[in-house]
């Protein structure tokens, strides 16, 4: 049986993948051999949590339908600000490849003007 410090890195390391809910994290541990209860899975998140803040990740909890919860890294620093050049390269962008890429991308090119 791995550590808590063992089964804290292997969980950072599981959310570093990609996010995940308590019932993929279920999962994961039956997969890695791991004979802890779901009840020790929170404990282990919110540790995590503890541990990484201050740092430049934390941990987010998103809820989604039926109050299912997502647990995320995210890098304190992940987002950047625009530069001029930024901006110019946007606008060349938007206004200079064909129409149908335009329209296709709408959505996308609507969330970055809106930044």
């Known amino acids: 049986?791995?550590?808590?410090?063992?089964?804290?890195?292997m969980l950072y390391n599981r959310l570093k993948q990609s996010?995940?809910?308590?019932?993929?994290?279920?999962?994961?541990?039956?997969?890695?051999?791991?004979a802890i209860s779901t009840r020790s899975l929170y404990r282990y998140l919110n540790e995590l949590s503890t541990a990484l803040n201050g740092n430049n990740e934390r941990i987010e909890v998103y809820n989604g339908e039926n109050n299912?919860?997502?647990?995320?890294?995210?890098?304190n620093d992940s987002r950047k600000e625009f530069t001029i050049f930024d901006i110019n390269s946007f606008y060349l962008i938007?206004?200079?490849?064909?129409?149908s890429i335009v329209e296709h991308r709408k959505e996308s090119l609507d969330k970055i003007e809106k930044s």
């Not at 299912?68 to 890098?75: H, L, N, V």
């Open 1 to 9: 049986m791995p550590t808590k410090s063992e089964i804290l890195l």
């Open 94 to 99: 938007k206004h200079f490849i064909p129409k």
């Open 19 to 34: 996010p995940c809910t308590i019932d993929i994290l279920d999962n994961w541990k039956r997969k890695n051999g791991l």
């Open 68 to 75: 299912k919860k997502t647990w995320k890294i995210e890098f």
